[in-house]
């Protein structure tokens, strides 16, 4: 069991630019999160899904965040147009849907904005 | 999902055991009280998590009230690597008794363990 793997660890890119993180979930684990954690607070939910579907989405998911699992493996984080505020850790986790559905997280993706 | 209410920091000595109190006073009956925890700049790590029973595995102890309003989340020999914060999230269960969807971090309980 490998866990959750995320990709890149840390970027730093200019305001406006885009940019785009990779999760790789536990294999064979059905449902997939992401969250978003900045300094000194807990992580916050962005959005999640079960298999290929996207089944919910936050409000802090605005129309410049698009997330995508287009098999049911891994996922996309792709944030377009950043800005100064979107610098955070990016988190992703993975859970099975049999019982003891516990949520495992990756190592998370560190976005400098600047 | 109901909310939690946990002290914003404690601290322990190495050793000794560490006791983080877990305030769900509006905790539904088919809610699970989960206990993660975050080493600074890693992702959360999953400890426990029940329902009713107390609980045990190789990292800790649950305990949870009778009335399930509040639990206790026990290191029972700290060590200086348990310096994290510990988030108590409580988690809806489907009409099977599975807990699932999303988690609800709130500030959690920085824990300090000293020599």
């Known amino acids: 069991d490998t866990g959750v793997s995320q990709d890149p660890r840390h970027k730093i890119t200019k305001r406006g630019q885009n940019v785009t993180f990779r999760c790789d979930p536990i294999s064979e684990h059905n449902r997939l999160y992401w969250y978003r954690q900045t300094l000194g607070q807990g992580p916050e939910f962005l959005t999640y899904?079960?298999?290929?579907?996207?089944?919910?989405k936050s409000r802090l998911l605005s129309d410049r965040f698009s997330a995508e699992r287009p098999k049911g493996s891994f996922s996309t984080l792709e944030i377009q147009r950043t800005e100064q505020g979107d610098s955070a850790m990016y988190l992703c986790?993975?859970?099975?849907?049999?019982?003891?559905?516990?949520?495992?997280f990756g190592e998370g993706s560190w976005l400098t904005v600047v | 999902d109901a909310k939690t209410t946990q002290p914003t920091s404690m601290d322990c000595a190495e050793g000794r055991a560490a006791n983080l109190p877990c305030n769900h006073s509006t905790i539904s009956g088919n809610e699970y009280v989960y206990w993660y925890r975050q080493i600074h700049s890693q992702g959360p790590q999953y400890i426990i998590h029940?329902?009713?029973n107390n609980e045990t595995n190789e990292m800790a102890s649950l305990i949870i009230t009778e009335d399930r309003k509040s639990s206790t989340l026990i290191l029972p020999h700290a060590t200086l690597r348990d310096t994290a914060v510990y988030y108590c999230?409580?988690?809806?269960?489907?009409?099977?008794?599975?807990?699932?969807?999303?988690?609800?971090f709130g500030q959690g309980t920085i824990l300090t363990v000293h020599p």
């Open positions: 029940g329902l009713k």
């Open positions: 899904f079960q298999n290929e579907a996207q089944l919910e």
């Open positions: 986790a993975s859970s099975p849907t049999e019982s003891g559905n516990t949520i495992y």
């Open positions: 999230i409580v988690r809806v269960a489907n009409a099977g008794g599975t807990s699932y969807g999303k988690l609800t």
